[in-house]
């Protein structure tokens, strides 16, 4: 048990983190997309990477935000069926949920993603738009670490569950609620 708590707190660690770094990024893209649009309608003046630098910053941290979202319980969940369920049965749709439906489907994203990323790093491909970023390929591997970072959380959310269900919910506090334990 003191190695799955490690798990929990070391991916719990990571997630926290990437979120933080995200959180300045997504700050980072807001005043980018602003300078952007200051230059161009207050002075006439366009870049064309900072364009690719606000949205590839949004789709960063959207991608590889879901792990935190995850952590932090702020992901979409059918709640007609779980907020009002015992502790007990939140933990069991918590384990069910991640290996019945969360890894195998991030296990097909991947699969379906891989070759796309491969060549693009094969190719050093770049942005499409003349004067746009290069290393689009890192853009692209955003998409393998979005099912990385969600599988492990997905893992690390799971066995918190199953700690609850061991009698020790004290590493599962965002399955306690409206319900019974």
Known sequence: ???LILFIRAIDGLSSLVGRLLAVALLVAAAVCFANVVLRYGFGVAYVWMQDLYVWLNAAGFTLGAAF???ADAHVRVDVVYRPASARRKAWVEIIGTFVFLLPMLAVIADWAWPAVRLSWLFGEGSQNVGGLPALYLLKSCVLGFCLGLALQ???QAAKAALL?????EFAPHLKG???A
Do not use: D, E, I, V
Request: net charge positive.
């Open 178 to 180: 409206a319900g019974h």
């Open 154 to 156: 997905g893992l690390a």
């Open 165 to 169: 269900l061991a009698g020790r919910p």
């Open 1 to 3: 048990m003191p190695l």
């Open 69 to 71: 979202a995850l952590k």
